[in-house]
């Protein structure tokens, strides 16, 4: 099993382009996550899906939109990319909502001129 | 919403115990959880404890919960390199239906 996995791990964007992270796991799990990673500022919550067919928005959805194209595959959209959205990004999955360990991807590294 | 506080480093000898201490604000939490970012890579599940539960031990880690306090601690017995990373406190709703609620995150350097 490969887990969780995302692509690409580092991309370099300029301001306005756009772009679309992809994410997909092998665990046949129910829900799965986007967060975003910056220093000082910890893991915060974008977009998450409970269930395939189903997504929400989390802390900080401004600026993005999400896909979950099937039970494996939750994809994250900046559509006009902007510096502030320079970050790490990180997918993750888990069998539910409610007490299920969280698996995390390897994450992707964004930085936008 | 969920508040979840923690400091942003901690640094200890080899050898030493390592102390890493988070604050929550939900009376109502149902499931802690202590996640561990090795350098360069994603989050990893360390240890969790239930909220009807005072402590629990896995091998060099001990989980303390003080619900009174709202406080949640996780204690590294003889700290190694290795174990230089980034600690995240998290905290499950009561509800369950939300996802968890991250700390920011506390570096830990561990110093030969």
């Known amino acids: 099993n490969a887990g969780v996995t995302q692509t690409p791990k580092f991309q370099v964007l300029k301001t306005g382009q756009s772009m679309t992270l992809q994410c997909a796991q092998d665990?046949?799990?129910?829900?799965m996550y986007w967060y975003r990673q910056d220093p000082g500022m910890g893991l915060r919550l974008i977009y998450y899906s409970a269930s395939e067919g189903t997504t929400d928005k989390g802390e900080v959805p401004n600026g993005y939109n999400v896909s979950r194209l099937n039970k494996r595959e939750f994809s994250l959209r900046l559509e006009s990319a902007a510096p502030s959205q320079t970050s790490v990004y990180f997918c993750?999955?888990?069998?539910?909502?409610?007490?299920?360990?969280?698996?995390f991807g390897p994450g992707t590294r964004l930085t936008v001129t | 919403g969920e508040d979840v506080e923690q400091s942003l480093f901690l640094s200890v000898r080899e050898g030493d115990s390592s102390v890493i201490n988070c604050t929550y604000t939900?009376?109502?939490?149902?499931?802690l959880y202590w996640y561990k970012q090795e350098p360069g890579a994603g989050l990893q599940l360390l240890t969790y404890i239930f909220s009807n539960m005072d402590m629990k031990q896995d091998q060099r880690l001990t989980v303390l919960l003080n619900k009174k306090d709202k406080h949640l601690s996780l204690r590294i017995a003889d700290t190694q390199t290795g174990d230089s990373a980034i600690y995240f406190c998290?905290?499950?709703?009561?509800?369950?239906?939300?996802?968890?609620?991250f700390g920011k995150g506390t570096r830990l350097s561990v110093i030969a």
């Open positions: 998290a905290v499950l709703r009561n509800s369950g239906n939300t996802p968890l609620v």
């Open positions: 665990m046949n799990h129910n829900s």
């Open positions: 993750a999955s888990s069998e539910g909502q409610g007490p299920y360990e969280q698996y």
């Open positions: 939900d009376s109502s939490s149902t499931y």
